[in-house]
């Protein structure tokens, strides 16, 4: 083995994309000492992605001042490229899910205007284009609170100004953008989205990610009604039609929410990333891939990520090895591609033994190792 690519996402609630990598290049050395390994930190757009990208680019770290989901000040970072052009940020640092206690969590009351704020202090900065991931959101509110933060007015039928929040897309009468930042006629955004749902139905943002953000039954029909109003609203004034545009469902729907606005480009988040690190060319001379996350399962069959690392390896006929803490459909995910899907764990453990670090990082180190000496073994001169 003259060379193999680290390209793991995150064990999430476990460990970090990068401690992971430093586990697999602890054990590829003690099998192939003279190994060239490069690493790759992977997100889909949610969290993790800020930290993914600026780890290909010379940026600097920039701490500001905004508002969490539920309007309480908090403190996030993001990155500005050191020739002040372009930031890079997730929405999940300052709108995610992980942000709000278990019991506060409702995208009812939730809002992006965090998110906002971000943009604002990196527009205040000199930044006219942004790469932003979305994902990972408490949210619901079609990204209303993020124009909000920029200067955007949602307006109900008496002329009142609405907190941007998912309760109250329904009750947007009209939008007055008149007073939208200045500078974002002359800034671009390129948008790394990790699903492809419509804006609103079956398979939209409500109905699909609103459960799993806090909100009942009853809120979910109610929010799905609000995207459905607020996107006629759209239609209406600003004459785009978002209801279906793939990706437009992404983060509470602020995928859709935000193109009638700014000057915006969606593009799956794995693609961005790893166009970004250029992946596509370190993978020239490569004999083998390494990837992996928490849980390797029918989502990751779905695409995203791992999907994403997989289809460009294969087009280089680069072989993939997949870890992950559990792992299910595995026939799914090698008639994917993957040449292995493996579970990182030793024998049957509690939840709460396999979410911990340096159980799992011990884990990993030890199953590259022995993969490796397998693959040493029949392929001695390699």
């Known amino acids: 083995m003259k060379k193999i690519l680290l390209a793991f996402d ?12 430093k586990a697999a290049e602890k054990a590829i050395l003690k099998v192939y000492p003279h190994c060239n390994i490069a690493t790759f930190p992977i997100a889909d757009g949610g969290e993790g992605t ?22 309480n000040p908090i403190e996030v970072t993001y990155g500005i490229t050191r020739d002040g052009t372009t930031a890079i940020l997730e929405m999940a640092a300052a709108s995610g899910l992980p942000l709000v206690p278990d019991l506060l969590r409702n995208p009812m009351n ?3 205007y965090g998110t906002g704020e971000i943009v604002l202090d990196a527009l205040n900065r000199g930044c006219r284009q942004f790469i932003m991931g979305l994902g990972g959101s408490a949210t619901n509110d079609a990204g209303i609170g993020m124009l909000a933060a920029l200067g955007v007015r949602f307006l109900d039928k008496s002329g009142n100004r609405l907190d941007p929040q998912g309760s109250n897309l329904m009750h947007i009468a009209s939008i007055d953008d008149s007073h939208l930042h200045p500078a974002l006629q002359e800034s671009s ?34 929010l799905d009604k609000g995207l459905q109003h607020y996107a006629a609203v759209i239609e209406e004034q600003k004459g785009i039609n978002i209801a279906s545009i793939p990706g437009a469902g992404a983060a509470g729907g602020m995928g859709g929410g935000l193109l009638p606005f700014l000057r915006v480009t969606l593009k799956p ?38 999907g994403g690392i997989l289809r460009i390896a294969h087009e280089q006929h680069v072989p ?15 008639e994917m591609g993957f040449t292995a899907v493996l579970s ?8 709460d033994q396999a979410m911990q670090k340096e159980f799992t990082l011990n884990n990993i180190e030890r199953t590259v190792t022995q993969l490796l000496r397998i693959i040493q073994h029949f392929t001695p001169n390699s």
Request: charged fraction near 15%; aromatic fraction near 6%; proline fraction near 5%.
């Open 110 to 112: 939730t809002s992006t």
């Open 344 to 351: 990182i764990q030793p024998a049957p453990v509690s939840l």
């Open 189 to 222: 955004f390129i948008i790394a989205c990790d699903v492809n749902n419509p804006f609103y139905g079956p398979q939209g943002a409500a109905f699909v990610y609103a459960p799993q953000k806090g909100a009942s039954d009853e809120e979910v029909i109610a």
């Open 50 to 71: 800020t930290e993914a990208i600026c780890t290909g680019l010379n940026v600097d770290r920039i701490s500001c001042l905004v508002h969490d989901p539920l309007m």
């Open 10 to 21: 995150s064990f999430k609630g476990s460990v970090g994309s990068l401690d992971i990598a």
């Open 320 to 334: 993939v090895i997949a870890l992950g803490g559990g792992v299910e459909a595995t026939t799914q995910l090698n």
């Open 269 to 306: 988040g794995i693609d961005t990333i790893l166009e970004i690190l250029h992946f596509h060319e370190s993978l020239q001379d490569a004999d083998l891939v390494f990837t992996g996350e928490g849980k390797l399962d029918a989502q990751t069959a779905m695409g995203k990520a791992l």
